[in-house]
């Protein structure tokens, strides 16, 4: 294999970024006119079941599950194959056109609000709920989700990408992020092996944030990626996933805007409690 040298100056190709060269692009904004439906709740989601559009629909389940009826959502989904994200209601929302978005009209004014840590962080603060309110134990809390905001893109776009979609298979670097992942997932491991969950004895938005990425992995939901990472070597990370994955809210959560896998387990729009029980797509599909 010839190695590659890079131009003096880089040009898009757009030919080259392997199963989602579609929706890649080196520009922002808007392509294309397309309004964003709006229900009936005040929190609207724009979203889809990846990891980081599973962290808000699991918490929004928690809120609900906790009492919070202010917490109730319209949850719409968001077809990235298709581009959707790049509709100009969508990117109104959300400059950067990433899932998932969320639109807050219980105020005088709408709140836009973009980023899957932004969004937790909000929320908890809105309804007083898995966030510590101050001291140690709410800096012990935000250091854990803001680990995950800034190591996730290095499990998903760095060794997810190289390791199960890109065009072909380059050794240096599908080696160099599964040693990165790896890292990361000793990191929780050793944390693990003190506490309960993330931020000590309560489960919060950092276990929230962190579990669609590191507990779908050790669960073998991600790239098919358990035995090469040997994820069973992380006891102590497989012990919370489990944890966490049996709570209902987080069953609820995974359904949520899902357009893959079983169809018992896709529920492709959220506008109610009972749409969990009426709407999902073996339903549908009958």
């Known amino acids: 294999m010839t190695d590659y040298v890079p131009p003096r100056v880089w040009e898009w190709n757009k030919d080259n970024g392997g199963r989602f060269a579609s929706i890649n692009r080196p520009v922002a904004g808007a392509t294309h006119e397309q309004a964003l439906p709006v229900g009936q709740h005040p929190l609207q989601l724009y ?32 077809r990235i194959n298709d581009g959707d994200q790049f509709g100009s209601g969508f990117v109104a929302v959300n400059p950067n056109s990433k899932i998932p978005a969320l639109m807050d009209r219980s105020g005088a004014e709408p709140v836009r609000l973009f980023e899957s840590g932004a969004i937790l962080t909000y929320l908890a603060e ?10 140690a134990a709410r ?25 199960a979609y890109a065009p072909t298979k380059i050794a240096y670097a599908i080696d160099r992020f599964a040693m990165e992942a790896k890292r990361q997932l000793d990191v929780l ?4 092996a003190e506490t309960r969950f993330l931020a000590g004895d309560d489960y919060t938005i950092a276990d929230m944030a962190a579990w669609p990425w590191y507990g779908g992995l050790v669960l073998g939901q991600l790239y098919d990626a358990a035995e090469f990472l040997s994820v069973g070597d ?17 069953i609820r959560g995974r359904m949520v805007n899902r357009l893959f896998g079983d169809p018992a387990e896709q529920l492709h729009e959220r506008h109610d409690a009972t749409d969990f029980d009426t709407r999902t797509q073996d339903k549908l599909s009958d």
């Open 234 to 250: 992380y006891t102590h990370v497989r012990r919370w996933a489990d944890d966490i994955a049996a709570r209902p809210a987080v």
């Open 126 to 135: 809105k309804f007083g709920a898995f966030l510590p309110a101050s001291g």
């Open 189 to 192: 491991d050793r944390r693990l």
């Open 47 to 78: 979203s889809l079941a990846t990891p980081n559009g599973v962290k808000v629909t699991i918490m929004l389940e928690e809120l609900l599950a906790l009492g919070h009826a202010g917490a109730e959502y319209d949850a719409w989904p968001i």
């Open 139 to 163: 800096a012990e809390c935000l250091s854990w989700l803001f680990w995950q905001v800034g190591s996730g893109p290095f499990v998903g776009g760095g060794f997810g990408h190289f390791y």
